[in-house]
């Protein structure tokens, strides 16, 4: 049986010696290419005109229906084929290669963590942008965009054909992207999601695991409710406890993450003043490099969350939001050195900032490519715009760094799509 493995692994090895880049600066000379570079820079005020525009459309997680139809109404004006939006408003369509080369995805979300109602108007600062969403994902949705767009106004014919996807309800547990690498009928070869900083590049995917729990009981008024079994008690002991699970000192070299972590990221309960909630429930986000890790402290947030109802004597239920089986993926190595990571790797680095440290790659990842990791699908997370503070009121951009990234996916899909 070993042999037999070997024997089929073999010619797969030269293409996955360590360190095999695809990209050579070479590429970008051919004439279409230029081409389709040079547009990117004539284009660059409108390209951060429009990319305002779009963040100021809310896709509040569940409800990306007016970027969905946005995005849709921009593909059809590409030369792609098989335009769909699905069942969970995943937006997609096809870059036909002109045949024999791998078929790779770029996937950016649709959807924003902040919910409806949320000031939505961009604040420009010289060359910063200031916008709830302004980065995560609204610029990378953007640039893959434009990528397309490019590749058309060059007339850039690939080998592989290009998949472009935008997926929805990313940040409720990466459901989209899920569901369209399962029921699409798509085998992608390669599948990059761009949810990133320009400065990172992550070829793995943290264990994540979320759960929401429920506490219930009767209820009672305020003036019965001394000794009645209440759920606020229970949350709130609950929490405390899954707070005092002792965590292992932070991963180091994360990119100033320090992990494994547990959040409590949501909470909730009762109608009124005066009564004891009849219901009270709390979420738990729990991030970690590794699967004993991961599993360990999930059993003790599990634990912590049923003994509080225990000992209040309040109804329990817990439900999963999140859970992905990583029994399939490739090992850190083969990920490691793919031609995926390692292409990526280098026209990230081709296209950074100048005078600005070389971007390292990182084994982790909390984006649609885990769900391709759990697949075995050789996959990367990269960005194309400079970002911080994602997730938060006060997140920003530099404007002046979406021409690079949008170069740089460019360079990244002939670079994958040629071999
Ligand atoms: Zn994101």
Same mark, same amino acid.
């Given at each position: 049986m070993r042999l037999c493995a070997l024997l089929v692994l073999l010619p797969l090895l030269p293409s996955l010696r360590?360190?095999?880049?695809?990209?050579?600066?070479?590429?970008? &000379?051919?004439r279409e290419v230029r081409r389709a570079l040079q547009s990117v820079d004539s284009r660059a005020s409108t390209i951060v005109e429009e990319w305002i525009r779009l963040t100021e459309i809310p896709a509040p997680s569940g409800s990306e229906q007016a970027r969905a139809a946005y995005i849709r109404a921009a593909i &059809?004006?590409?030369?792609?084929?098989?335009?769909r939006t699905d069942e969970v408003l995943n937006v997609s369509g096809v870059r036909k290669g002109t045949g024999g080369g791998p078929t790779v995805v770029f996937a950016a979300h649709l959807d924003t963590v902040f919910p409806s109602g949320t000031p939505l108007r961009v604040k420009r600062e010289g060359d910063v942008l200031r916008a709830p969403g302004i980065g995560d994902d609204t610029s990378n949705l953007i640039a893959v965009l434009e990528m397309f767009r490019a590749l058309d106004r060059g007339d850039v014919r690939t080998r592989g054909d290009l998949i472009f996807l935008a997926t929805a309800?990313?940040?409720?547990?990466?459901l989209g992207a899920k569901h369209w690498l399962e029921s699409s009928g798509y085998k992608p070869d390669m599948f990059i999601a761009v949810?990133?900083?320009?400065?990172q590049v992550w070829y793995g995917a943290l264990r994540i695991h979320q759960f929401r729990f429920f506490y219930t009981a009767p209820g009672a008024h305020t003036m019965e409710s001394r000794g009645a079994p209440s759920p606020a008690r229970a949350v709130a002991q609950a929490i405390s406890d899954v707070y005092r699970i002792p965590l292992p000192s932070p991963a180091a070299g994360l990119d100033g993450f320090q992990l494994p972590v547990i959040n409590v990221g949501m909470l909730g309960g009762g109608t009124v003043f005066n009564a004891v909630p009849r219901e009270a429930w709390f979420t738990v986000d729990l991030r970690s490099l590794d699967t004993p890790t991961a599993d360990r402290l999930r059993n003790a947030v599990l634990l912590a969350a049923r003994r509080a109802a225990e000992q209040e004597h309040v109804g329990f239920r817990a439900e999963r939001a999140l859970s992905i089986d990583y029994s399939k993926a490739l090992s850190r190595a083969v990920r490691l050195n793919h031609p995926v990571v390692q292409t990526a790797l280098a026209t990230s680095n081709y296209f950074r900032?100048?005078?600005t440290p070389r971007i390292e790659p990182m084994d982790a990842g909390s984006t649609d490519a885990n769900i391709a990791v759990s697949m075995g699908i050789p996959a990367v997370a990269i960005g194309a715009v400079r970002q911080?503070?994602?997730?938060?009121?006060?997140e920003h951009a530099e404007a002046g760094s979406i021409v690079p990234g949008i170069k740089s996916l460019i360079a990244l899909a002939i670079a994958l799509t040629s071999h």
């Open positions: 360590a360190g095999t880049n695809w990209f050579l600066p070479s590429m970008l &000379e051919k &059809e004006k590409l030369h792609l084929s098989e335009i309800r990313e940040e409720l547990g990466l949810d990133l900083s320009s400065t900032k100048p005078d911080s503070m994602p997730h938060r009121l006060e």
